[in-house]
Nanobody, 122 residues
Framework: VQLQASGGGLVQAGGSLRLSCAAS????????IAWFRQAPGQERDFVAG????????YYADSVKGRFTISRDNAKNTVYLQMNSLKPEDTAVYYC????????????????WGQGTLVTVSS
């Protein structure tokens, strides 16, 4: 499956953005989807994940209460709503897909989108 991440941009601290991860095929509903982010000089870290049914969601502690992951399988799309953004949220955001449940490690994700840049100014 091919993934296309979009929705990044420049926003002031305290603002909001919504990222989208669109999949190329209708079997998208079979995959758990996760968002990762990578800041300059840093490793790619888990941000949020959602199971294929959407029944279970998981978040990194740093974004709990601010970010919300959701999915619309009819549109083959997963969303990441990001509120109360902070400068430390600045990174390239990637979506990734895997069969099976949500995991927080990069390994085990079979497919990756190309990334979308989020810049939060102070």
């Amino acid at each position: 499956v091919q993934l296309q991440a979009s929705g990044g941009g420049l926003v002031q601290a305290g603002g909001s953005l919504r990222l989208s991860c669109a999949a190329s095929e209708d079997t998208f509903y079979r995959y758990s989807i996760a968002w990762f982010r990578q800041a300059p000089g840093q490793e790619r870290d888990f941000v949020a994940g959602i199971t294929w049914t959407g029944a279970e969601t998981y978040y990194a502690d740093s974004v709990k209460g601010r970010f919300t992951i959701s999915r619309d399988n009819a549109k083959n799309t997963v969303y990441l709503q990001m509120n109360s953004l902070k400068p430390e949220d600045t990174a390239v955001y990637y979506c990734a897909a895997r069969t099976g449940g949500v995991i927080t490690g990069r390994r085990g994700h079979h497919y990756w989108g190309q990334g979308t840049l989020v810049t939060v100014s102070s």
